[in-house]
């Protein structure tokens, strides 16, 4: 069965400076990571994914994260962080499951952005 | 069309009601799932159908009846809730494969309140 840590429940950057956050995984075969992004009281959008192949993947709204396969993590940056980004991120990993397909949710991470 | 469309948007129910939750989508996506989110949590799996048919159960009471009617539509029939089944109901659909399996496009959800 697969697993997602987030190690971090909050985190609060000022606008303009670097953001990491982080995101371990735990999955007996090559996983699905994920990064989704979700505001107050909405469903959740895609901001990148990992299937195969190039280890840093680029995403929306200037995001990336790096697939460490040795540190089982999968940690979303951005350079420069703009109030707007604000929110709740979930890393996520998939794979298949007796029945199908299954995606797993980490518990999440609030980040808050300062003026 | 990349929408996943859920209605209503919000839902306050009685313990003796039955309502239903609805789920659209017109991306030809030929997977369909229920996921349920308390306040401050993830999201978490409840249902999967896969080419219409019920694929994955995540242990779910029976009180939460999903049905499928055809490739677009995903419902979910609610009865004799109970007020710790108060959450934000999102659906969600993705391509079924080994590439597209699992990027989910979720709908905004359905917030229901159990009294």
């Known amino acids: 069965a697969q697993s997602v840590t987030q190690p971090d429940i909050h985190i609060t950057v000022s606008e303009g400076a670097s953001l990491e956050l982080r995101c371990n995984y735990s999955?007996?075969?090559?996983?699905?990571l994920f990064w989704y992004v979700q505001s107050p009281g909405q469903g959740l959008q895609l901001l990148l994914k990992?299937?195969?192949?190039?280890?840093l993947v680029q995403g929306i709204k200037g995001f990336e994260a790096e697939f460490k396969r040795s540190q089982s993590s999968f940690n979303l940056r951005k350079p420069s962080v703009h109030w707007s980004d604000a929110a709740e991120y979930f890393c996520?990993?998939?794979?298949?499951?007796?029945?199908?397909?299954?995606?797993?949710f980490g518990a999440g991470t609030r980040l808050f952005v300062k003026a | 069309d990349t929408e996943v469309t859920q209605t209503p948007k919000h839902l306050v129910m009685g313990m003796t009601n039955k309502k239903s939750l609805k789920c659209e989508q017109h991306?030809?996506?030929?997977?369909m799932y229920w996921y349920k989110q308390k306040a401050k949590k993830p999201p978490e799996l409840m249902f999967v159908?896969?080419?219409?048919?019920?694929?994955i159960n995540e242990s779910v009471p029976s009180r939460f009846s999903p049905e499928c009617p055809n490739s677009s539509l995903l419902n979910l029939h609610l009865h004799a809730l109970q007020p710790e089944d108060s959450a934000l109901y999102l659906c969600?659909?993705?391509?079924?494969?080994?590439?597209?399996?699992?990027?989910?496009?979720f709908g905004a959800g359905s917030r229901l309140t159990v009294l």
């Open positions: 969600a659909s993705s391509q079924v494969g080994s590439s597209g399996a699992n990027v989910l496009t």
């Open positions: 999955y007996g075969a090559t996983p699905y």
């Open positions: 990992y299937f195969s192949g190039d280890t």
């Open positions: 996520a990993v998939g794979g298949l499951n007796t029945g199908g397909f299954k995606t797993i």
């Open positions: 991306m030809g996506h030929r997977a």
């Open positions: 159908y896969s080419y219409e048919k019920l694929s």
